[in-house]
T-cell receptor, first 112, second 115 residues
Framework: ELKVEQNPLFLSMQEGKNYTIYCNYSTTSDRLYWYRQDPGKSLESLFVLLSNGAVKQEGRLMASLDTKARLSTLHITAAVHDLSATYFCAVDPSNRDDKIIFGKGTRLHILP | EAQVTQNPRYLITVTGKKLTVTCSQNMNHEYMSWYRQDPGLGLRQIYYSMNVEVTDKGDVPEGYKVSRKEKRNFPLILESPSPNQTSLYFC??????????????FGPGTRLTVL
């Protein structure tokens, strides 16, 4: 059974600091997704990573994928309050179906 | 405007009373999916569909039904709702890219309470 684990689940950090959210998964994967959810809102796509070594960046967020380690990271550079949200990774496992498994999410609170 | 719509947005019902939550997308996406979101559990996939007349179970399909008669619509049916189906439900759609679902576009959510 595929498991997707995010660390940490809660993170409180100061503006201007850097931090990384980790997403480990237990089986091979065709693709990995990162989403953001603001309180009381729906989910918004951030990145889709398709291959080993893939790196994507948007503003202060950068995501990378290491398929050999079954690990993706979401790095936040010089955090600002607007990045406060819950971040989810999700995995499409490498099998014949296209089920998608989400991690439990990382609630990020950035203090001004 | 490209979007995924869900109706109703809020619903309070009683145990055993059949209900349907509609989901529609206007982006001609092949892949559609239903999730439920519960505190501490993240999102769990209920059912998904890779195309018209093709549906498959996600991780938590028990107590739910779906159909995909048209590409744009993917209704979620609860034949006999129970209190443990009280949750926040999201519909999502995505195109198929490189042989799999690409980024998903989520609807606004339906908050369901079953008394």
């Amino acid at each position: 059974e595929l498991k997707v684990e995010q660390n940490p689940l809660f993170l409180s950090m100061q503006e201007g600091k850097n931090y990384t959210i980790y997403c480990n998964y237990s089986t091979t994967s065709d693709r990995l997704y990162w989403y953001r959810q603001d309180p009381g809102k729906s989910l918004e796509s951030l990145f889709v990573l398709l291959s080993n070594g893939a790196v994507k960046q948007e503003g202060r967020l950068m995501a990378s994928l290491d398929t050999k380690a079954r690990l993706s990271t979401l790095h936040i550079t010089a955090a600002v309050h607007d990045l406060s949200a819950t971040y989810f990774c999700a995995v499409d496992p490498s099998n014949r179906d296209d089920k998608i498994i989400f991690g439990k999410g990382t609630r990020l609170h950035i203090l001004p | 405007e490209a979007q995924v719509t869900q109706n109703p947005r809020y619903l309070i019902t009683v145990t055993g009373k059949k209900l349907t939550v509609t989901c529609s997308q206007n982006m001609n996406h092949e892949y559609m999916s239903w999730y439920r979101q519960d505190p501490g559990l993240g999102l769990r996939q209920i059912y998904y569909s890779m195309n018209v007349e093709v549906t498959d179970k996600g991780d938590v399909p028990e107590g739910y039904k779906v159909s995909r008669k048209e590409k744009r619509n993917f209704p979620l049916i609860l034949e006999s709702p129970s209190p443990n189906q009280t949750s926040l439900y999201f519909c999502a759609s995505s195109p198929f890219e490189a042989g799999g679902p690409d980024t998903q576009y989520f609807g606004p959510g339906t908050r369901l309470t079953v008394l």
